[in-house]
C-alpha cells in the first residue's frame, strides 16, 4: 500500500502492517501465520482480520507510548526545538530523550548538550476552551529564543481529546515563521504500539523537511536510517566508496534534507527505519535496500552485496567481506569455545530482536527463548527479502519459545523461568533490573550499534563474557531480594495465563 503524504498525518502499524503486540508460540508458527500476507484467522482468534491469532491482556502493566518515542527522536535532532503541545507531565520523557542525546553525541565524537525543548503546559482551562493559541504562542518562543532550522510539535492525549486543529497552527507558523514546523501526530492513545511514533516522525519530516524537490542525485550517498549508537556504518560503507547520511537522531536538519538527493537508504532495523526507507522509495526514487538486516555473517554478506549491487560497487564489497571473514573468523571460534553450552534470551524490538538472536547463535550460543515488544507481519515495502523472522529460522533455526508482549514485567518472571537462561540481552530499560533479581546477568544494550555488522559479533560476544564473569553477584542480590508478585501467579508456567483466559472462546480458535 503506498504512503500517502498528502494525509498530516501517517496511519498507525496496526492499521498498515497489522502490528500486534501479544503472541506466544514457536517462531516457525509466527513466520508461518505472518506469511507476508493477510488472511483470515478463524472466529475467537481476536485477529481483526489477519491470520495471526492476536492475544489480549486483560490489563497493561508496563510500556511507553508513541509520543515518547517521537519525541525522543525530535529531540535528537541537533539544531532543531522540541514543542510538546501537552501537559507538563508528558515533558517527564526529556529525562531519557537527554540521556540518549548525550550519548548519542559523544558516540558520534561530538560535544555532549542537553536538547532543547518546550511545553505548551496545558492546564485544565485550557482542556475546556482550547490550546490552539497556547501552541502558537509556543511555536514563536521556540524560534525567538533558540532561532532553529526546524520546529517539530508532538500532540498529546490531551490534544487528541480536545480536538484542537493542530495542522492550521503549524501552517499558519511556518509561513509566518520561515522555517519547517513540523507536526507529529502521536497521541500516546491512537496507537497500541509505541513503535508508531517512529512512522509518525518520518511522516513529518518526508512533508516538510526531505527537500521535495531534491538536487542531483548524489551517486555515492546512501541513507543510513539509525538510532543514537556508536557511527559503526560510515566505516563499513567507506570500504565500498560511499558516503553514510545517518539519519533521523544525532543528524542535523540539512542531512535530513538532503535524504531525497541519495542513492539508495539502509538500516539496521526495519522496525526502525521501514517507513522511511520504502516512502523514499516511492516519492523520490531513492532505491530501499531489501536484504536481511547487517547482523550475524549471513545478514551482513546479505546486506553488503545488496547495498553494492544498488550502487554498482560489487567487486569492492566482495573483497571487504573476504577480508572481514578472514580477520573475524578466528576470533569468532575462540567466543564459541568460551561460550559452548551457554543460554541466553533476548528482550527487545521485533526487527532488532531477530538480527540479535542470529549473532547469539554465529557465537554458539543457545537461544531456547525470547521476548519482542511488538509483531509487524509486514513492513511498508511489503517485499519478503525484508522478511526478518523468515530470515532468521532459514539461517539460524527456529526458537521454542518466541513470544510478543508489550513490556509486560508481570509475565517476565514466568518467560525466564520456562527458558532457564544464564544472561539476558534487553534493550529498554526496567526489565533488565527484574532479570537481576532473579539471579540472571542482564546486558543493557544502551549503544544499539553494538552488534551490527562482523566486528559486532566480536563485541557482543565480549560483553557475553563479561556479563557471565558476574554471575555470582546477581546470585547473591536473588538471595537477598524479593519479587512484587503473589505467590500462585510466580507458579505458573504459562506467563500468557491471563491473556489466555481474556481470549473471546469460539470453534476453531488456535490461540
Given at each position: 500500500?503506498?504512503i500517502?503524504?498528502?494525509?498530516?498525518?501517517a496511519?498507525?502499524?496496526?492499521?498498515?502492517l497489522?502490528?500486534?503486540?501479544?503472541?506466544?508460540?514457536?517462531?516457525?508458527?509466527?513466520?508461518?501465520?505472518?506469511?507476508?500476507?493477510?488472511?483470515?484467522?478463524?472466529?475467537?482468534?481476536?485477529g481483526k482480520?489477519?491470520?495471526?491469532?492476536e492475544?489480549?491482556s486483560?490489563?497493561?502493566?508496563?510500556?511507553?507510548?508513541?509520543?515518547?518515542?517521537?519525541?525522543?527522536q525530535?529531540?535528537?535532532v541537533?539544531?532543531?526545538?522540541?514543542?510538546?503541545?501537552?501537559?507538563?507531565g508528558?515533558?517527564?520523557?526529556?529525562?531519557?530523550?537527554?540521556?540518549?542525546?548525550?550519548?548519542?553525541?559523544?558516540?558520534?565524537?561530538?560535544?555532549?548538550?542537553?536538547?532543547?525543548?518546550?511545553?505548551?503546559?496545558?492546564?485544565?482551562?485550557?482542556?475546556?476552551?482550547?490550546?490552539?493559541?497556547?501552541?502558537?504562542?509556543?511555536?514563536?518562543?521556540?524560534?525567538?529564543?533558540?532561532?532553529?532550522?526546524?520546529?517539530?510539535?508532538?500532540?498529546?492525549?490531551?490534544?487528541?481529546i480536545?480536538?484542537?486543529?493542530v495542522?492550521?497552527?503549524?501552517?499558519?507558523?511556518?509561513?509566518e515563521?520561515?522555517?519547517?514546523?513540523?507536526?507529529?501526530?502521536?497521541?500516546g492513545?491512537?496507537?497500541?504500539?509505541?513503535?508508531?511514533g517512529?512512522?509518525?516522525?518520518?511522516?513529518?519530516?518526508?512533508?516538510?523537511?526531505v527537500?521535495?524537490?531534491?538536487?542531483?542525485?548524489?551517486?555515492?550517498?546512501v541513507?543510513?536510517?539509525?538510532?543514537?549508537?556508536?557511527?559503526?556504518?560510515?566505516?563499513?560503507?567507506?570500504?565500498?566508496?560511499?558516503?553514510?547520511?545517518?539519519?533521523?537522531?544525532?543528524?542535523?536538519?540539512?542531512?535530513?534534507?538532503?535524504?531525497?538527493?541519495?542513492?539508495?537508504s539502509?538500516?539496521?532495523?526495519?522496525?526502525?527505519?521501514g517507513?522511511?526507507?520504502?516512502?523514499?522509495?516511492?516519492?523520490?526514487?531513492?532505491?530501499?535496500?531489501?536484504?536481511p538486516?547487517?547482523?550475524?555473517?549471513d545478514?551482513?554478506?546479505?546486506?553488503?552485496?545488496?547495498?553494492?549491487?544498488?550502487?554498482?560497487r560489487?567487486?569492492?564489497?566482495?573483497?571487504?567481506?573476504?577480508?572481514?571473514?578472514?580477520?573475524?573468523?578466528?576470533?569468532?571460534?575462540?567466543?564459541?569455545?568460551?561460550l559452548?553450552?551457554?543460554?541466553?534470551?533476548?528482550?527487545?524490538?521485533?526487527?532488532?530482536?531477530?538480527?540479535?538472536?542470529?549473532?547469539?547463535?554465529?557465537?554458539?550460543?543457545?537461544?531456547?527463548?525470547?521476548?519482542?515488544?511488538?509483531?509487524?507481519?509486514v513492513?511498508d515495502?511489503?517485499?519478503?527479502?525484508q522478511?526478518t523472522?523468515?530470515?532468521?529460522i532459514?539461517?539460524?533455526?527456529?526458537?521454542?519459545?518466541?513470544?510478543?508482549?508489550n513490556?509486560?514485567p508481570?509475565?517476565?518472571?514466568?518467560?525466564?523461568?520456562?527458558?532457564?537462561?544464564?544472561?539476558?540481552?534487553i534493550?529498554?530499560?526496567?526489565?533488565?533490573?527484574?532479570?537481576?533479581?532473579?539471579?540472571?546477568?542482564?546486558?543493557?544494550?544502551?549503544?544499539a550499534?553494538?552488534?551490527?555488522?562482523?566486528?559486532?559479533?566480536?563485541?557482543?560476544?565480549?560483553?557475553?563474557?563479561?556479563?557471565?564473569?558476574?554471575?555470582k553477584f546477581?546470585q547473591?542480590l536473588?538471595?537477598h531480594?524479593?519479587?512484587?508478585?503473589?505467590?500462585?501467579?510466580?507458579?505458573?508456567?504459562?506467563?500468557?495465563?491471563?491473556?489466555?483466559q481474556?481470549?473471546?472462546?469460539?470453534?476453531?480458535?488456535?490461540?
Amino acid at each position: 500500500m503506498a504512503i500517502n503524504l498528502r494525509s498530516p498525518s501517517a496511519e498507525t502499524r496496526e492499521q498498515r502492517l497489522g502490528t500486534i503486540t501479544s503472541w506466544d508460540g514457536p517462531a516457525s508458527r509466527l513466520a508461518n501465520e505472518s506469511a507476508f500476507s493477510r488472511g483470515d484467522c478463524g472466529p475467537g482468534c481476536g485477529g481483526k482480520g489477519q491470520r495471526i491469532c492476536e492475544l489480549e491482556s486483560p490489563f497493561s502493566q508496563g510500556s511507553t507510548c508513541s509520543e515518547q518515542i517521537a519525541e525522543s527522536q525530535a529531540s535528537n535532532v541537533r539544531d532543531a526545538v522540541l514543542v510538546q503541545h501537552s501537559p507538563i507531565g508528558c515533558a517527564a520523557g526529556h529525562i531519557n530523550s537527554n540521556a540518549f542525546f548525550r550519548n548519542g553525541l559523544m558516540r558520534r565524537g561530538l560535544a555532549p548538550r542537553n536538547v532543547t525543548g518546550l511545553s505548551s503546559n496545558l492546564i485544565e482551562r485550557d482542556m475546556i476552551y482550547g490550546g490552539a493559541e497556547k501552541l502558537r504562542a509556543t511555536i514563536k518562543a521556540a524560534v525567538e529564543r533558540h532561532q532553529p532550522k526546524a520546529v517539530f510539535v508532538a500532540t498529546s492525549c490531551a490534544t487528541g481529546i480536545i480536538g484542537d486543529d493542530v495542522e492550521s497552527v503549524v501552517r499558519d507558523c511556518e509561513d509566518e515563521l520561515g522555517v519547517p514546523v513540523v507536526a507529529m501526530y502521536c497521541e500516546g492513545f491512537k496507537s497500541k504500539h509505541w513503535s508508531s511514533g517512529f512512522d509518525a516522525i518520518q511522516h513529518g519530516v518526508l512533508r516538510h523537511v526531505v527537500k521535495p524537490k531534491p538536487g542531483p542525485r548524489q551517486d555515492n550517498l546512501v541513507n543510513i536510517i539509525v538510532l543514537w549508537g556508536s557511527d559503526v556504518l560510515t566505516p563499513m560503507l567507506a570500504e565500498l566508496g560511499l558516503e553514510a547520511n545517518n539519519i533521523l537522531t544525532v543528524a542535523s536538519v540539512d542531512e535530513i534534507a538532503r535524504a531525497s538527493e541519495a542513492a539508495a537508504s539502509a538500516t539496521f532495523c526495519y522496525s526502525v527505519g521501514g517507513y522511511l526507507g520504502a516512502a523514499l522509495e516511492e516519492q523520490y526514487g531513492v532505491q530501499e535496500i531489501k536484504a536481511p538486516q547487517p547482523y550475524g555473517f549471513d545478514g551482513t554478506d546479505a546486506w553488503l552485496r545488496a547495498l553494492a549491487k544498488a550502487t554498482g560497487r560489487e567487486e569492492r564489497a566482495e573483497a571487504y567481506i573476504a577480508r572481514e571473514h578472514a580477520r573475524v573468523r578466528p576470533q569468532i571460534e575462540r567466543l564459541r569455545e568460551r561460550l559452548k553450552g551457554v543460554r541466553g534470551y533476548v528482550a527487545m524490538g521485533a526487527a532488532y530482536a531477530h538480527g540479535v538472536i542470529g549473532v547469539l547463535r554465529e557465537l554458539g550460543v543457545e537461544v531456547p527463548g525470547s521476548l519482542v515488544f511488538h509483531h509487524d507481519p509486514v513492513y511498508d515495502s511489503h517485499d519478503v527479502r525484508q522478511d526478518t523472522l523468515g530470515h532468521m529460522i532459514d539461517a539460524y533455526g527456529d526458537v521454542e519459545h518466541f513470544s510478543i508482549s508489550n513490556r509486560q514485567p508481570y509475565q517476565f518472571y514466568n518467560l525466564l523461568k520456562r527458558s532457564d537462561p544464564d544472561f539476558i540481552i534487553i534493550r529498554h530499560g526496567g526489565l533488565a533490573g527484574l532479570a537481576s533479581r532473579l539471579g540472571v546477568p542482564a546486558i543493557a544494550l544502551g549503544d544499539a550499534s553494538t552488534a551490527i555488522g562482523y566486528q559486532g559479533m566480536i563485541d557482543l560476544g565480549e560483553e557475553i563474557v563479561d556479563a557471565l564473569a558476574q554471575r555470582k553477584f546477581h546470585q547473591d542480590l536473588a538471595g537477598h531480594t524479593s519479587l512484587p508478585y503473589k505467590q500462585w501467579w510466580l507458579d505458573q508456567a504459562d506467563p500468557y495465563l491471563l491473556a489466555r483466559q481474556n481470549a473471546p472462546q469460539a470453534a476453531g480458535s488456535r490461540v
